[in-house]
């Protein structure tokens, strides 16, 4: 059965703290080690808490809103033969330990499957919702309709450069949450935090009052996420988990999860703080 | 017929075209759109591009009969736009020096651009030296290791080239990653896309600016044969100089269009740039249109002996023209294209582009074939000769397998 993302959010703020959201693409480094990757992800394993939303990442061949990190993953992935039916393995291994999980990918890979039974099987398989990092609400009549007709939330994207009126009529087509990006940029890790966020987030906030919203781009450190969290209602990190696969992988382990783990908990303790 | 009304107000050719970007880029696709619509309503923007289409460019480029290439085309006259005697050799500046007024409208100072055999980032480069504008160029690895000429005139001109590595290292990929730049610098930076492509109003106004190849084309026929071709033909890769082609004679019912795709090896191969004849309907790029996609929607790796053409998409115009049967798309192969490319060297002296000897081979199938159905009929044909064929000698040698040699030597001592 599917429930909400919100969900997630809504379980974090009860205990006075803001959400982390943790991205991690099926089919790295297999198919297999990604379904074990994304239960780390989930606390399994481990000695501490896991992210309270997983958000799981369907390759594709031209991702144009990712950074170096997510496209090498990416890129292996399809050289090693995952498709787009192996997200939903992922999903169900995801919510098999409690976990919400969203997917996010780009609107081709839909569009190709077909949206309805794109949202049928990832309903199917548990998953609460999309993010469509390139298919803005104009173009999404048949996402509105598909993930209307299996109960999904739509995350859309809003960014620095949206003016309040897409801000309005962005967040008003989401279901769930609105994803802020909180730089001009693509997905990867930066040193410094966020700057333009606090005030896309202000905006959102005073223009559509009580849509939770999530903010990613660039997010690494338990610091980073700390001070995420003291303005926005979720932070969602992805490079910065991928990072240690690719080390692992580098070094000839693989199926090395202690680098992912390690970044977990400094993470997981950082939505934790109290400031 | 009402083309003149599309795209509609959102970028739509029907079911084609749009916009499939992420919300970064809406704002910087609304203020090019705005600047584009303003200008395009000012008698001085266009006074001043055509001052430079004269003065610099070299236009109007002539219509040059080619008769004894024509010999082979049945029972057509053939005739040549000739693109290539642009300045830098191609079709490409049309767009490139309007995009260029646009960017220095917007207050902008930096241009990027994606590029396949070179002719656009060379076009860019040029017009950023002219207008006083950084420019960085990306170009998959793959390009610029065989393209080396290309990218060292660009660094002569004083672009930044990249070469990019990741996915297929090719076109498509040198897309994605000027868009990456895009989507971190729309501040300062335009993104002087190449082709009839991309979100948007891309293939609106790359449209715009190439329509005078067949404004020209129009003027030049009636002057010299009293009225309109009875067929245009052009190459479609991602399509411009096939859209500045057809454009004036998109309403004209009378005119047949033509357009010619990669076939690389043959389209029943699977190993082809032909998006039209052995693609699908799907998004990339930013755009609804014919590509070429796995069984999941994954983006295939095109394949053509001509790098301009060598791109898995095609403008979302040519989708729809396609669609609607208002224009013919056919695929030629590698080989009809380098026969083409030989015959034109060698009848008339003049050494097309890879990319144009694919409308010439085109034509010649299609001459042979009027002449088939209407044996007394003596069909005009105007071919684009979309560029100049100098980038593609390393091509041509390997080709047909030239000694790299003279072949004699004389007055030395034994």
Known sequence: ?275 | MNHISLPDQAGHFDAFGGRYVPEALIAALNQLEAEFDRASLEPAFWQELDRLRREYSGRPTPLTEVPKFAQHCGRARVFLKREDLNHTGSHKINNVLGQALLTKRMGKTRVIAETGAGQHGVATATAAALLGMRCRVYMGRVDTDRQALNVARMQLLGAEVVAVESGSQTLKDAMNEAMRDWVASVDNTHYLIGTVGGPHPFPKMVREFQRVISTEIKAQASERFGRLPDAVAACVGGGSNAIGTFADFIDEPDVALYGFEAGGDGVETGRHAASIQGGSIGVLHGMRTYILQDADGQTKESHSISAGLDYPGVGPEHAWLAATGRANYEAVTDAEAMAAFQLLCRTEGIMPAIESAHALAGVIRLGQRLAAEQPDAEPLIVACLSGRGDKDVDTAISYFGLPGHPDLYTGGVA
């Not at chain 1, 990604?34 to 369907?58: F, H």
């Not at chain 1, 999903?91 to 081709?108: C, H, I, L």
């Not at chain 1, 309805?116 to 298919?135: H, K, Y």
């Open chain 1, 1 to 275: 059965m599917t429930e909400s993302s919100q969900a997630a959010f809504s379980a974090a703020a009860a205990q006075g703290r803001g959400a982390l959201v943790g991205y991690l693409p099926v089919g790295y480094p297999s198919v297999p080690g990604s379904l074990e990757a994304l239960r780390a992800l989930c606390g399994v394993g481990g000695d501490g808490p896991g992210v309270d939303l997983v958000e799981i990442g369907l390759p594709y061949s031209d991702p144009i809103m990712d950074g170096p990190v997510i496209q090498q993953a990416g890129t292996k992935a399809l050289e090693r033969g995952v498709r787009t039916s192996d997200v939903f393995a992922a999903v169900e291994a995801v919510r098999s330990t409690g976990t919400p999980a969203v997917v996010m990918t780009y609107w081709n890979l839909v569009d190709h499957y077909g949206p309805d039974a794109f949202a049928r099987d990832l309903a199917n398989a548990g998953g609460s919702g999309l993010i469509t990092p390139d298919l803005i609400p104009d173009e999404a009549e048949d996402w509105f309709s598909a993930s209307e007709a299996h109960g999904l939330d739509r995350i859309f994207l809003v960014s620095p450069s949206s003016t309040d009126e897409r801000i309005s009529s962005t967040v008003a087509a989401c279901r769930g949450w609105v994803y802020a990006t909180s730089v001009m940029g693509v997905t990867g890790t930066r040193t410094s935090s966020p700057s333009a966020a606090p005030e896309l987030v202000s905006r959102i906030r005073s223009l559509a009052p009580g849509t939770p919203v999530g903010v990613g781009l660039g997010v690494s450190t338990g610091d980073q996420a700390a001070d995420v969290v003291s303005y926005a209602d979720a932070v969602i990190v992805g490079s910065a988990f991928i990072k240690p696969l690719l080390a692992a992988e580098a070094a000839g382990h693989p199926d090395d999860l202690s680098g992912l783990r390690a970044v977990l908990a400094d993470l997981a303790d950082g939505v934790r703080r109290r400031s």
